[in-house]
């Protein structure tokens, strides 16, 4: 069975800033799974990297380390889904079910279409992954393979 991965943006961080779950992160994506991740993580972790930047968690050479080497996964290696109305309206619905912030809802509106697509498909299989809890229950909920970074 083909394993796909779906990122959410606190589960990607992980990937370029040391933190609880860095390295299994960092060990899975080693591998070249096939990762989804949403136009919308690309303004989150430019978000969550100019924070870091800012409060000196990342100095000036890291955090161009970090750009440089986010920028270039996402041209080359990550699958990034473009933000459609589909995603938009089933966002809105998935909000009208579940206790979800805007963002979180978008998030996994992106992964429950990807699945929906893969459902035809025979020997595929998504892992949502989003290091909030909350959100991966929600996800379980809405009959979606989950996992947890800060598990591990």
């Known amino acids: 069975m083909v394993k796909l991965y779906y990122f959410d943006t606190s589960a990607l961080l992980k990937m370029y800033v040391t933190e609880t779950g860095s390295r299994w992160v960092q060990a899975l994506l080693a591998d070249r799974p096939t990762v989804f991740v949403s136009q919308l993580t690309l303004i989150e972790a430019a978000c969550a990297f100019a924070r ?48 979800l912030r805007a963002y979180d809802a978008v998030q996994l509106a992106t992964a429950w279409l990807i ?28 009959g979606m393979s989950v996992d947890n970074p800060n598990l591990y």
């Open 115 to 142: 699945q929906q697509e893969l459902i035809q498909a025979e020997d595929f299989s998504l892992t949502f992954l989003s290091a909030d809890q909350r959100l991966l229950t929600i996800a379980q909920t809405e």
């Open 52 to 99: 870091r930047y800012r409060e000196t968690v990342l100095n000036a050479e890291q955090h161009g380390r970090v750009l440089m080497s986010f920028d270039y996964d996402t041209r080359h290696y990550y699958q990034v889904i473009d933000l459609l109305p589909v995603t938009i309206d089933t966002a809105r619905q998935l909000a009208y079910k579940h206790p």
